[in-house]
């Protein structure tokens, strides 16, 4: 039978979705019994924790991740307590930042330690600045001489950049070596690493001078060297560049893997397009969770308290703009008084600016996340999409126009509200390109809040312009 991998994923988690549910129902049924033991529920307990057990043993890593971060505190608890120490430190690496510091601090220290000694260098480096000081050291200072090298060099770069992600499984030939050297190296060595579809080239002092795609072992003869048939038109990049540039790198030359090189050329690593793709989809995911002034790795079932401290800094801005839109609205309180459509109608106007401004705020972020917009295209970037608030602007302000008309009878009403529209929706559309490119001038991620400011800008410009055509044009 065939499923689509979101159905295979249900249909692999439903067994212990089932277990923890009967679990649930058996301990209330033990609950209410007056004749239950210790002893007796004891032993439900010690059974369920088997069967539970058992169940997640036959899962990947990234599955318990991802059942992890969808159950409620207590049952994650159930379930992570049944998660064995040999793949307990992997599924740590897999879940975010937040769910893995809860883990981290309702888990002993020795389990830790246990967990985090089962991991590789690479794997370690991800989740070590979560772990405690104490057994981040412990674990550290049990690595090979090469691993903690590797694991020092990694972590000094930061988050998102290629220094960070890469790794140091690569598959290297000396450049004086035949096809037949070659395959000769691939009997040896057993195992390839993940995601390999080439070989890296490299000269005496490690060097990159080429790469080797596998499909070349089949199409050349033996005892051809390897320098006639590499390829030198290489897509390269340095431990310093950042991870967003190297992910449209992946996807603009369709690449499975790309190697890291320092200053000199030399091979320190490489970068895999599965670390990648979960690159961005973090990026992504926080990107979304900016833009609505949310923490970007908020856990969906943490504390409530925690949840909503992350919050408070953009509701308490969010208060200070309202405030400043109420006010606006209070200068014009006696012009409302005289034209109580004003008041129906002003929300309209302000709810409109705000959409045109979102779609605006959406184009640009995604063009500088993909590195489309610079100095060169700003100004035509500006004038089309003030272009297109401006025709937005004249075919929806005369409808509104001719709503407003409708309603209250008040040709003069249906001027002021098509003139209202249009000029809020060009405001709207300056403010759009406007605030994500503040941000990102100020060093800032152009997400973060992008929806806040611009709905400040939307409801306050709106409520002025509005009341104060409405207050020159329609009253004495």
């Given at each position: 039978?065939?499923?689509?991998?979101?159905?295979?994923?249900?249909?692999r988690?439903?067994?212990?979705?089932e277990?923890?549910?009967?679990?649930?129902?058996?301990?209330?049924?033990?609950?209410?019994?007056?004749?239950?033991?210790d002893?007796?529920?004891?032993?439900?307990?010690?059974?369920?924790?088997?069967?539970?057990?058992?169940?997640l043993?036959?899962?990947?890593?990234?599955?318990?991740?991802?059942?992890?971060?969808?159950?409620?505190?207590?049952?994650?608890n159930?379930?992570?307590?049944?998660?064995?120490?040999?793949?307990?430190?992997?599924?740590?690496?897999?879940?975010?930042?937040?769910?893995?510091?809860?883990?981290?601090?309702?888990?002993?220290?020795?389990?830790?330690?246990?967990?985090?000694?089962?991991?590789?260098?690479?794997?370690?480096?991800?989740?070590?600045?979560?772990?405690?000081?104490?057994?981040?050291?412990?674990?550290?200072?049990?690595?090979r001489?090469?691993?903690?090298s590797?694991?020092?060099?990694?972590?000094?770069?930061?988050e998102d950049?290629?220094?960070?992600?890469?790794?140091?499984?690569?598959?290297?030939?000396?450049s004086?070596?035949t096809i037949?050297?070659?395959l000769?190296?691939?009997?040896?060595?057993?195992?390839?690493?993940d995601?390999?579809d080439k070989?890296?080239?490299?000269?005496?002092?490690?060097?990159?001078?080429?790469?080797?795609?596998?499909?070349?072992?089949?199409?050349?003869?033996?005892?051809?060297?390897?320098?006639?048939?590499m390829?030198?038109?290489?897509?390269?990049?340095?431990?310093?560049?950042d991870?967003d540039a190297?992910?449209?790198?992946?996807?603009?030359?369709?690449?499975?893997?790309?190697?890291?090189i320092?200053?000199?050329?030399?091979?320190?690593g490489?970068?895999?397009?599965?670390?990648?793709?979960d690159?961005?989809?973090?990026?992504?995911?926080?990107d979304?969770?900016?833009r609505?002034?949310?923490?970007?790795?908020?856990?969906?079932?943490?504390?409530?308290?925690?949840?909503a401290?992350?919050?408070?800094l953009?509701?308490?801005?969010?208060?200070l703009?309202?405030l400043?839109?109420?006010?606006?609205?209070g200068?014009?309180?006696g012009?409302?008084e005289?034209?109580?459509a004003?008041?129906?109608?002003m929300?309209?106007?302000?709810?409109?600016?705000?959409?045109?401004?979102n779609?605006?705020?959406?184009?640009?972020?995604r063009?500088?996340?993909?590195?489309?917009?610079?100095?060169?295209?700003?100004?035509?970037?500006?004038?089309?999409?003030?272009?297109?608030?401006?025709l937005?602007?004249?075919?929806?302000?005369?409808?509104?126009?001719?709503?407003?008309?409708?309603?209250?009878g008040?040709?003069?009403?249906?001027v002021?509200?098509?003139?209202?529209?249009?000029?809020?929706?060009?405001v709207?559309?300056?403010?759009?390109?406007?605030?994500?490119?503040?941000?990102?001038?100020?060093?800032?991620?152009?997400?973060?809040?992008?929806?806040?400011?611009?709905?400040?800008?939307?409801?306050?410009?709106?409520?002025?312009?509005?009341?104060?055509?409405?207050?020159?044009?329609l009253?004495?």
């Amino acid at each position: 039978m065939q499923f689509s991998s979101q159905r295979k994923l249900e249909h692999r988690l439903k067994p212990v979705l089932e277990l923890l549910r009967r679990q649930d129902l058996v301990q209330q049924l033990v609950d209410r019994s007056q004749d239950s033991s210790d002893i007796a529920t004891d032993l439900v307990h010690r059974r369920h924790h088997q069967e539970l057990s058992a169940a997640l043993a036959k899962l990947h890593p990234a599955d318990i991740a991802h059942l992890v971060e969808m159950l409620p505190p207590e049952e994650r608890n159930t379930v992570w307590f049944c998660v064995s120490e040999s793949i307990g430190g992997s599924v740590l690496a897999e879940v975010s930042d937040s769910v893995a510091a809860g883990l981290i601090d309702d888990t002993p220290a020795e389990r830790l330690f246990a967990m985090g000694e089962c991991l590789s260098a690479e794997d370690l480096g991800i989740i070590e600045d979560l772990l405690p000081e104490d057994i981040r050291e412990r674990l550290v200072s049990g690595l090979r001489e090469g691993d903690r090298s590797w694991l020092e060099t990694t972590v000094i770069y930061p988050e998102d950049t290629v220094g960070h992600l890469m790794t140091r499984d690569v598959l290297v030939i000396d450049s004086g070596a035949t096809i037949k050297d070659v395959l000769r190296y691939f009997r040896r060595l057993g195992e390839f690493p993940d995601h390999t579809d080439k070989i890296f080239v490299v000269d005496q002092r490690h060097r990159l001078e080429g790469i080797l795609p596998l499909k070349a072992l089949f199409l050349h003869s033996p005892k051809q060297p390897v320098t006639e048939v590499m390829g030198t038109d290489i897509v390269a990049f340095t431990p310093d560049e950042d991870a967003d540039a190297a992910g449209l790198a992946f996807e603009r030359y369709d690449l499975v893997s790309a190697p890291v090189i320092d200053s000199r050329d030399r091979l320190l690593g490489r970068l895999t397009v599965d670390v990648v793709m979960d690159f961005l989809r973090e990026q992504a995911e926080e990107d979304a969770f900016l833009r609505e002034g949310l923490k970007g790795d908020e856990d969906l079932f943490g504390p409530v308290f925690e949840s909503a401290r992350n919050r408070w800094l953009w509701l308490f801005l969010n208060l200070l703009t309202a405030l400043v839109a109420s006010r606006v609205i209070g200068i014009f309180e006696g012009s409302i008084e005289k034209l109580v459509a004003l008041a129906t109608l002003m929300p309209i106007v302000a709810s409109i600016g705000g959409n045109t401004g979102n779609q605006t705020v959406a184009l640009v972020i995604r063009g500088l996340a993909l590195n489309q917009i610079h100095r060169g295209n700003v100004r035509y970037l500006a004038f089309k999409e003030l272009g297109v608030a401006l025709l937005n602007g004249l075919i929806w302000g005369s409808v509104m126009g001719v709503v407003a008309f409708m309603l209250y009878g008040n040709q003069s009403l249906g001027v002021v509200m098509a003139g209202a529209t249009l000029l809020n929706l060009l405001v709207a559309a300056a403010a759009g390109i406007a605030v994500p490119l503040l941000m990102e001038r100020l060093g800032r991620d152009p997400a973060l809040g992008s929806s806040v400011l611009l709905t400040f800008v939307t409801d306050s410009m709106g409520f002025l312009i509005f009341l104060g055509m409405a207050t020159l044009l329609l009253l004495p």
